[in-house]
């Protein structure tokens, strides 16, 4: 069936220059580019943008027994705008979707004064999760992944990362990466799975001998079951170092799965310079990394992915050097990492941290949260655009502005969501 939607707003299309690369620098704020201004229409035909061009000359052609009322006509919805503003749909490019337990309790103790290692030392954190995670069926897991994925849904998110890691041995890493193909497979989001299990060291297990069940057991067996696009290390001080991130990487690259790494979330330990070095896709986190280590990502086409919700949840200062990134050229993307101590699952919220909390602007913020992320997928139907044959995934937003997607902080400001050509959800 096709869509046909009349009246837009602000149609925030990101679809200047090569939309394989992402935005960077002015390019970032540059909305002349990027923006068509209201007036225009949309039409969608076999999952994919068809055509875009004056909402009137648009109804003309394809509808012109419309009588302004949303209706499906033989094989052709139609949908009014209202002058409501236009956005692609959002890519999260950086979760722990699937995980069972609670970690409430450790709020408390992050109150009395522990840090988040203390707390991993006292029985909690992701140890904690994992005990919880590894009883978990495979239906479990799909059932609690397909929830959590339809409630980012709601807020706009169309694309998701996926990550394994709270299994900490075979068999559960192994089920919860086909748990995420299930949810793939199964739910109207497109889910992305990652293989974590350089998460954390098993309680009670020598480093060595974990090191080296990553290596010659578990990245063979993942190699072989074919669903991890990616492998990821907790690459920081106290949990992965420097050696065994790079031990662990060149192994993957060896059986052909890239890496998106965990780097400098807590002090600046070269994590990013070595992700650049290894190639990498992304370094996530960040926030502690140096100038140099940034320059570097940026030569080397890693995407540098800041992640407020986690230093907001653990009352940590947000300070990722988000403008700075725009005013050196250097790519950046924002993602929720929704876990379970930061259960964020709503882009726009983190677009508002980012615009209210560390004064990124919001086209900027959206640029972030849709194109450059996308050019991290490897996959080509997925390019966070509005463009002509792009997938058709986009969220109709409440306000007449594209800028309206982050501000509404206790309020969801997505009123509508076409994923893959498909209506997901209904006014609100």
Aim: aromatic share 6%; charged share 20%.
């Amino acid at each position: 069936m096709g869509v046909l939607i009349l009246n837009c707003g602000e149609v925030a299309h990101m679809g200047s220059g090569d939309t394989t690369q992402p935005l960077v620098g002015a390019e970032m704020l540059d909305r002349e580019s990027n923006i068509f201004p209201a007036g225009h229409g949309i039409m969608i035909q076999d999952s994919k943008f068809h055509i875009f061009g004056d909402s009137e000359s648009l109804q003309s052609e394809f509808a012109p027994w419309w009588d302004g009322s949303e209706q499906i006509s033989g094989d052709l919805a139609v949908v009014d705008a209202k002058g409501k503003a236009i956005i692609p749909g959002l890519v999260d490019s950086h979760t722990h979707l699937l995980w069972g337990g609670d970690r409430s309790s450790e709020m408390r103790l992050r109150q009395a004064g522990m840090t988040y290692r203390q707390i991993a030392e006292a029985g909690g954190g992701i140890a904690k999760t994992v005990l919880s995670t590894r009883s978990m069926s495979l239906s479990d897991l799909c059932r609690i992944g397909i929830t959590r994925a339809n409630q980012a849904v709601l807020t706009g998110t169309t694309v998701i990362e996926a990550k394994s890691g709270y299994g900490l041995e075979t068999e559960a890493e192994l089920r919860l990466l086909e748990a995420m193909k299930a949810i793939d497979d199964s739910s109207i989001v497109k889910l992305l799975p990652t293989w974590l299990g350089a998460h954390d060291f098993p309680y009670g297990r020598q480093r060595s001998e974990y090191l080296e069940e990553l290596v010659n057991s578990q990245l063979p067996a993942v190699a072989e079951q074919g669903i991890a696009k990616w492998v990821d290390v907790f690459c920081e001080e106290g949990w992965y170092t420097n050696d065994e991130t790079e031990y662990i990487v060149r192994a993957s690259t060896e059986h052909g799965i890239p890496s998106r790494l965990h780097v400098d979330e807590f002090e600046d330990s070269g994590g990013l310079a070595l992700a650049a070095e290894l190639g990498s896709v992304s370094g996530d986190h960040a926030a502690k990394s140096s100038v140099e280590s940034r320059q570097a990502a940026s030569d080397n086409g890693t995407m540098q992915t800041f992640l407020p919700g986690t230093p907001y949840v653990l009352g940590k200062p947000l300070d990722s050097p988000l403008n700075q990134c725009i005013e050196n050229n250097w790519a950046f993307s924002l993602a929720t990492d929704y876990n379970p101590n930061c259960r964020i699952l709503s882009m726009p919220f983190i677009g508002n941290l980012a615009t209210t909390r560390m004064g990124l602007d919001p086209f900027a913020a959206l640029v972030a949260a849709t194109r450059n992320p996308s050019t991290t997928l490897d996959d080509p139907s997925i390019n966070g655009t509005i463009v002509e044959s792009g997938r058709a995934d986009l969220n109709i937003l409440w306000s007449q502005s594209v800028d309206g997607w982050c501000q509404t902080p206790g309020e969801n400001p997505i009123v509508k969501t076409i994923i893959g050509g498909s209506i997901v959800n209904l006014d609100r």
